[in-house]
């Protein structure tokens, strides 16, 4: 047995810290690189608070990191943007506290298109062919929708952005459907959410949103991605609920951003887009009806005004009937004398006309007219013989010509104009049955209105004494019996022979009281 131990094999290989082993290799890389050019698409951008830019370097495998110090940034050149093709110049070195390498880029320069954004650019050209960009196709989001859809992920501040601004702005029903909203399963989750939308029935038992909001954070070009898949564009255009699409900052642009109706730079501008401010609402229809109401009382104050301009034209009442009243004074004043001389005029043609029936008379023109009589009687019966036998001979000779067949149509014939001329006449008369009536109700509604009848309803009275009309206190003083005719009857005062000749009389026309 050796009295030394065998050693362990490597046992004499040096030991390194991490410090010193991160040190060794940030050497050898700065060492063995040194100053190179290295050609990408450039990825995620970010200019942080100290002036410092960091951005990603890629192609279709692996992911460079680069930064620039913020005394280099003056001297790049060229400013990358997410998308661009370039070509950076610097150093490499690598980080020892995180173990990680990277380019510290100096000078930047364009290489070409990047391949995403020309992927991007082929695929919204080819979209925007067969018309799903078209602002024709696009539809009008509902003012006010009672049911909100959101299509994002439940992680993030996104989906709580929304339900907040929601609430603070009208409070309303949400519909979260979850998706991933990057990576692989992002396209087809989004694309089958907005079709599960639109494929709920209106008023089932899961309500069917009015308005969609697909949304999510800001992000880089890979990120963002999925809402640049043909399967989410396609999905947004034929979706028929109307869509906002909410993807990303409003730098950002996706293809779900063209084939939706509305898109909104951000998700809370989403959420603002989607509902009105409840408070503003409520103040817009108090201002509405207030100047509604003012509206109203001053539209019915002008008509007011001008129905008393209209009324200031008219004529008075009194002089409407002035003339009528004047014309029925001067009428009535002639209706007794013109009714005694027409009875006399028909008194004494009576007479004369009596003074000629005496007996004889009648009884000498009743044997004249008698003796006629038998004369035409006697040659009245050869001549009906004769007219009858050739009246025989007419019809016979007619009866010939005709057949039942003809006579039926004849009858047929005479029947409908019988008919017609039937109903022609009865619409006639009925029509001028009905305007004498409309003429005679007319005549008895102006017969009224001028009837002395029409003034003692509206509170006057007739005085009558001795079948005189009474005007005077003096009169009514002398008058041994007064009869005071109202609207609704007469009224006597008094007794004796004068008022019994009075009622005998008929009434004449007066002066009202």
Known sequence: MDLLDDPVPGSNTPEFSVSEIAGRVKKLIEGELGWVRIKGEVGRVVLARSGHLYFDLKDDRNVLSCMTWKGQVSDLGTMPEEGMEVVAEGRMTASGFQSKFSLNAQRIAIAGEGALMALLEKRKKALAAEGLFDEARKKPLPYLPEVIGVVTSLQGAVIRDILHRLRDRFPRKVLIWPVAVQGAACAPEVARAIAGFNALSPGGSMPRPDLIIVARGGGSVEDLWGF??????????????????????????????????????????????????????AAWVEQAGARMSTSVSGGMLARRQRLRDLARALPRPDALVEGPRQRLDVLGDRLGPALIAGVQRRRVRLSDVSGSLRPAVLTRQMRTERQRLTAMSDRLAPALSRIAARRREQLEARVSRFTPRLLAQDVDQAKVRFETICARLQATGTRQIERLRQRLDGMDRLRETLSYKATLARGYAVVRGAGQIVTTKAAAEAAPALEIEFSDGRLKLGGGQSVRKAKAKPPEQGSLF
């Open 228 to 281: 640049n898949e043909e399967a989410v564009a396609r999905a947004a255009a034929a979706s028929d609920i109307p869509l906002i699409s909410a993807v990303g900052h409003e730098t950002d642009t996706t293809l779900i951003d063209f084939a939706s109706d509305q898109r909104a730079p951000a998700p809370t501008a989403a959420a603002e887009m989607a509902v009105p401010v409840r408070h503003e609402l």
